[in-house]
């Protein structure tokens, strides 16, 4: 096995060791899913992110529940669902306005779809909530208006 495909896999069966214990842990589900979406494994990764949002929503912080909309969102485009992800990313960004993940995330999206000046005002929120990704990605987008 590859050495990256193995360490997706020994994080994968750590995040399964740990959800064992304790099946409602968001965080874990979160991880867990962004794990999936790197193997490949969308459709395991989006039931990760929904059963995580359920869960943040109702005992976890708004960060986390925003964090898993968003990147549930991010899956939908991927698989070219545009509107079902545009209203993940923007629901999240209502959710959790100061989260610079999740502005990041809306602002990658919009640049995807040709939004440029859009995602280039997401993007700078982003690295102004310190999102260095954010920054880089902006100062890209400034030099090809």
Known sequence: MH???QRWSEALADLNRALRLHPDYASALVNRGNVYAALGRRE?????FTRA???????GPPEMAAYALARRGT???????TLP??????????MAPRSGIVRLLLGQYLLDIGYRRDASEQLGIACALGENQACALQQTLQGRF
């Not at 899956?75 to 669902?81: K, W």
């Not at 992800?85 to 209502?94: E, H, K, P, S, T």
């Open 3 to 5: 050495g990256s495909a």
């Open 44 to 48: 395991d990764a989006m039931a990760d």
């Open 53 to 59: 949002l359920a869960l943040a929503r109702t005992n």
């Open 75 to 81: 899956l939908q485009r991927q698989s070219g669902h």
């Open 85 to 94: 992800a545009l209203n993940d990313l923007l629901a999240a960004v209502r």
